[in-house]
T-cell receptor
Framework: ETGVTQTPRHLVMGMTNKKSLKCEQHLGHNAMYWYKQSAKKPLELMFVYNFKEQTENNSVPSRFSPECPNSSHLFLHLHTLQPEDSALYLC?????????????????FGAGSRLTVL | GQNIDQPTEMTATEGAIVQINCTYQTSGFNGLFWYQQHAGEAPTFLSYNVLDGLEEKGRFSSFLSRSKGYSYLLLKELQMKDSASYLCAVRDSNYQLIWGAGTKLIIKP
């Protein structure tokens, strides 16, 4: 248990479904992230929220829609996904200073949500 | 472009020593991280290097040479539980993390 909890752990959905991934952190961190992890590929940063404000959107298709209602919760809403979106979706959190990030600012990850799109 | 290279897979024997290399080409450098990820689990932080040299933490050590764009993770007295993927990541001049694809380490008895 890392202090970052993701649900569901596994999700199978059709291309026309709408579903959501949930992430919750109990570490008092103020930044939260969504990453996509595909086999044998580097982690791909999707979205960053810092103090509940979205600070990064790495050209992610609009079929992925993030929501951050408070600094402890993060959602990823999914609709009309494609089979190539099948992957492990990792949530992470960190303690970020309001200025530039000096020091380690280590990411704490959840165990991920394994998504399969049929 | 920015790039992190690490071997895709390595095999080692229980009780032995293994070194996992990571080379990087990034726009600036503000630290290098190693994470461990067991199958089906969260990546967990192992080490952080920002200055040249060796950082030791028990059985695990991490080395950095900024001039060579090179790091390695050294695992001693290997145990079966060390079977996992090891992810190398570099923080660039914009404080963005650039990730390698990970090295899958297989430990054999």
């Amino acid at each position: 248990e890392t202090g970052v909890t993701q649900t569901p752990r596994h999700l199978v959905m059709g291309m026309t479904n709408k579903k959501s991934l949930k992430c919750e952190q109990h570490l008092g961190h103020n930044a939260m992230y969504w990453y996509k992890q595909s086999a044998k590929k580097p982690l791909e940063l999707m979205f960053v929220y810092n103090f509940k404000e979205q600070t990064e959107n790495n050209s992610v298709p609009s079929r992925f829609s993030p929501e951050c209602p408070n600094s402890s919760h993060l959602f990823l809403h999914l609709h009309t996904l494609q089979p190539e979106d099948s992957a492990l979706y990792l949530c992470a959190s960190s303690r970020e200073d309001s200025g530039s990030s000096s020091g380690a600012n280590v990411l704490t990850f959840g165990a991920g949500s394994r998504l399969t799109v049929l | 472009g920015q790039n992190i290279d690490q071997p895709t897979e390595m095999t080692a024997t229980e009780g032995a020593i293994v070194q996992i290399n990571c080379t990087y080409q990034t726009s600036g450098f503000n630290g290098l991280f190693w994470y461990q990820q067991h199958a089906g689990e969260a990546p967990t932080f192992l080490s952080y290097n920002v200055l040249d040299g060796l950082e030791e933490k028990g059985r695990f050590s991490s080395f950095l040479s900024r001039s060579k764009g090179y790091s390695y993770l050294l695992l001693k007295e290997l145990q079966m539980k060390d079977s996992a993927s090891y992810l190398c990541a570099v923080r660039d001049s914009n404080y963005q993390l650039i990730w390698g694809a990970g090295t899958k380490l297989i430990i054999k008895p």
